[in-house]
């Protein structure tokens, strides 16, 4: 350990490589003293929640269930099958626009029709650069 103008302790060195032990702290205390009580304290706060404790129960409710999360129900649309990308995105459009089709459902049905779009683009490059390379007599690559 190197001593520099006014700092005691080497850059990069921990002072305490083994670090404090697990529990050590306030709240290893904390906890090993509730963990004694804690089938009473569990006792008590059912039995507040079913005397009518909303507060009680809300907190029993809270650490029990997992959170509500938001489902979006399927809304089936029909897309023109024989219809264009552009032709397909205009029909998830009118369906938004006409409350059939919620506007994050949309959102993601454009992003769908966005991707496959990338997709043909890329199909439609990879076939055209094979063509090119069969014309100059050059093995395509798979």
């Not at 809300?58 to 029909?78: N, Q």
């Not at 626009?97 to 049905?109: E, H, I, N, V």
């Not at 454009?110 to 007599?137: P, V, Y």
Request: glycine share 12%.
């Amino acid at each position: 350990m190197t001593r520099g103008t006014g700092k005691p302790f080497t850059r990069g060195t921990s002072g305490n490589p083994a670090g404090r032990k697990p529990g050590s702290g306030e709240i290893g205390k904390l906890r090993a003293a509730i963990a004694k009580h804690l089938p009473e304290i569990i006792a008590k706060q059912v039995e507040l929640a079913l005397a009518g404790d909303a507060q009680a129960a809300r907190l029993l409710l809270e650490r029990v269930l997992p959170p509500v999360k938001a489902v979006e129900l399927a809304a089936p649309i029909s897309l023109p099958a024989d219809g264009s990308l552009v032709d397909q995105g205009r029909a998830v459009l009118k369906a938004a626009g006409a409350g059939d089709l919620a506007p994050s459902q949309a959102a993601q049905m454009l992003a769908g029709l966005s991707a496959l779009a990338g997709l043909i683009e890329t199909d439609d490059l990879a076939k055209r650069i094979a063509a090119m390379e069969r014309a100059h007599g050059q093995k395509p690559e798979p």
